[in-house]
Nanobody, 119 residues
């Protein structure tokens, strides 16, 4: 079955950095786009970053452009989110996501990893 396992969250001071990882299994990772979302308390889940299957194209929410970088290693079935110059408003639970064709398109989520930016 499809599994997405995030790691790398934590508490960091404003201006600091974190690198999130998402280990994927149960599907042919190299064939699919991968996504990072986040959800802050009391807010809707929002798309943060997208990467194509071959890493040739990435897209970012305006709020993180220039600070976050999504990447992937298809040999390790892992997608990353490098987060630099973190701000308190980046505080959220970060989720890895894959949209996989199983007849219809099915959206799979990891359990999430908490990122807290605070002094």
């Amino acid at each position: 079955q499809v599994q997405l396992v995030e790691s790398g969250g934590g508490l960091v001071q404003p201006g600091g950095s974190l690198r999130l990882s998402c280990a994927a299994s149960g599907f042919t990772f190299s064939r699919y786009f991968m996504y990072w979302y986040r959800q802050a308390p009391g807010k809707e889940r929002e798309l943060v970053a997208t990467i194509t299957s071959s890493s040739d194209t990435t897209n970012y929410a305006d709020s993180v452009k220039g600070r976050f970088t999504i990447s992937r290693d298809n040999a390790k079935n892992t997608v990353y989110l490098q987060m630099n110059n973190l701000k308190p408003e980046d505080t959220a639970v970060y989720y890895c996501n894959a949209k996989i064709r199983r007849g219809n398109i099915v959206s799979y989520w990891g359990q999430g990893t908490q990122v807290t930016v605070s002094s």
